[in-house]
C-alpha cells in the first residue's frame, strides 16, 4: 500500500488549505483513513479520521469546527480541508490507514501504512 499526501504549503493565520492523499495497492474504499501531524519538537497526534464510505468522521478537538476530512473512493483520493488556521496548526501532516478493512482507529498504533507528510506552515 502506497500513500502519497500533498497540498501542504506556507499561509497566513486565518488562511485555508486542502491537503490530499492518494492511496494505491488495494481497494481504497474497504479501508477507513486517517489524518495525523507532528509539529516541530512534539509528538505526532491525531487529526481526523474517516469510515471507508465516509459516513463517519471523528475529529481532534484542536480541528473540530475548522477542518474536514473528506474522500473520493472512486479517485482513490482522501482529503483534508483545513479553515481558520492558526499557527498552531504548523506541523507535517500524515495520512495513514490500516490493515483491518472497515475499521476507524484514531490511534497511531492501529495504523499499518504512512505517507511521506506534507508540510504546512502557519504564519502570524
Known amino acids: 500500500v502506497q500513500l502519497q499526501a500533498s497540498g501542504g504549503g506556507l499561509v497566513q493565520a486565518g488562511g485555508s488549505l486542502r491537503l490530499s492523499c492518494t492511496a494505491s495497492?488495494?481497494?481504497?474504499?474497504?479501508?477507513?483513513m486517517d489524518w495525523f501531524r507532528q509539529a516541530p519538537g512534539k509528538e505526532r497526534e491525531f487529526v481526523a479520521a474517516?469510515?471507508?464510505?465516509?459516513?463517519?468522521?471523528v475529529y481532534a478537538d484542536s480541528v473540530k469546527g475548522r477542518f474536514t476530512i473528506s474522500r473520493d473512493n472512486v479517485k482513490n483520493t482522501m482529503y483534508l480541508q483545513m479553515n481558520s488556521l492558526k499557527p498552531e496548526d504548523t506541523a507535517v501532516y500524515y495520512c495513514?490507514?490500516?490493515?483491518?478493512?472497515?475499521?476507524?482507529?484514531?490511534?497511531?498504533?492501529?495504523?499499518?501504512?504512512w505517507g511521506k507528510g506534507t508540510l504546512v506552515t502557519v504564519s502570524s
Open positions: 495513514a490507514t490500516g490493515k483491518r478493512a472497515t475499521i476507524m482507529s484514531t490511534q497511531d498504533s492501529g495504523m499499518d501504512y
Open positions: 474517516i469510515s471507508w464510505a465516509g459516513g463517519s468522521t
Open positions: 495497492g488495494r481497494i481504497f474504499s474497504n479501508y477507513a
